[in-house]
């Protein structure tokens, strides 16, 4: 994790994620909040997985809490998330996934449809979470 003092901003790394393979962080914790990047179903190795959008979502989630897990953050303290589908026909599929991980917690969400995403995936999600 490094640190900018005079900002009082610090990065989170994990490996249990796919790194960042751009000038960005796969999160920065601000104050009393963490922000994550938009994470894609990559596994920490840098593969995308196979299957369609269930199996996708899954795995960005699991990138998600890993990275939140990372930052001394949880799930369960997800405070906001932004959801890329490449097709809103995927919408109630994502749900069911989404739901699985989320339990009972709702945060706040927009869910937008994009023409395409980094390596022709289905879904891409990124949150911010209270510390």
Request: with cysteine; hydrophobic share 40%; aromatic share 6%.
């Amino acid at each position: 994790m490094s640190t900018n003092t005079s900002l009082n901003l610090s990065s989170v790394v994990t490996e249990d994620a796919p790194g960042a393979i751009g000038p960005y962080s796969q999160a920065i914790k601000a104050g009393p909040f963490v922000f994550l990047s938009g994470f894609i179903p990559l596994s920490p190795g840098g593969t995308v997985v196979e299957g369609g959008i269930e199996e996708q979502t899954a795995q960005v989630l699991k990138n998600v809490k890993a990275v939140l897990d990372a930052s001394g953050s949880r799930l369960d303290r997800v405070v906001k998330t932004t959801v890329f589908l490449k097709s809103m026909d995927d919408f109630a599929s994502l749900n069911k996934v989404y739901t699985e991980f989320f339990g009972t917690h709702k945060p706040a969400r927009s869910t937008v449809e994009v023409s395409r995403l980094p390596r022709d995936v289905l879904v891409k999600i990124e949150c911010v979470a209270a510390l």
